[in-house]
């Protein structure tokens, strides 16, 4: 049995002559968070989709989830083994409530823990609120709840804190932490507001031209002069 709780191993996924990712390998431990950042196009997104079995382009390589060999398995499926998935664009249904909406997710996960989620993530003060009327950082986290019911042993997070105000930003950095901690569920976030990144990562792996390009503690990233220079001559920081 591996010790991680995700592999990916030799990933490729191409569209066409055009490759996106190639030979990318990346092994996340029980509980980490892990950052993974790059420029524009460098293949985040990409790596997310070929991990957690969204369709698209021709993929290769090898993704197990606690041991398991996924590689074969469709999205649903995989999410039912423990990896899932949220996007940047939020996944709700504004006409749905909170609850009703959780309690779907939770339905098709298998485990309605759909209580549990609401209140770790601050959503039971406005559970029978139509989505539509509640405000867009608590959207934000109704988005996350879905992707949290059922209690993934994985958690892909596709800019997390897109549209969100640095408070807001800050606020959710520090909750995905203490969920981490508490559910010991693994993360891998893509995020571009470096701020995030940097406070809650534990590890951070940089793509650039759909390679990684550096992978490390975030105090060495931020020092790694090739990270700087994929990132147009600018800091990380």
Known sequence: ?????????????????????????????????????G????GKSTLMDALCGRGGGTTTGTVRCRGQDISTLSERA??????????????IFLDLSVREQIGLAGHMAE????????????????????AADISYGDQRRLDLALALVGRPSVLLLDE???????????????LLKELAASWKVTVLIVEHDMDVIFS??????????????????GADIRANPEVVRAYLGTSVA
């Open 160 to 174: 997390p804190a897109a549209g969100l105000s640095i408070s807001e930003s800050i606020t959710l950095a520090k």
């Open 111 to 130: 485990n309605d823990n759909t209580d549990e989620v609401m209140e770790a993530l601050g959503l039971a003060g406005f559970a029978d609120r139509r």
């Open 39 to 42: 420029p524009n196009g460098a």
């Open 1 to 37: 049995m591996s010790d991680f709780v995700l592999e990916g191993v030799d990933i490729s996924r191409r569209y066409g002559g055009f490759t996106a990712i190639d030979t990318v390998s990346i092994a996340l431990e029980p509980g980490e968070i892990r950052g993974l950042i």
């Open 200 to 217: 809650i990562s534990d590890r951070i792996t940089v793509l650039h031209l759909g390679k990684i390009l550096a992978d490390g503690p």
């Open 78 to 91: 995989r999410r039912k083994a423990g990896v899932a998935r949220s996007f940047q664009k939020t996944n």
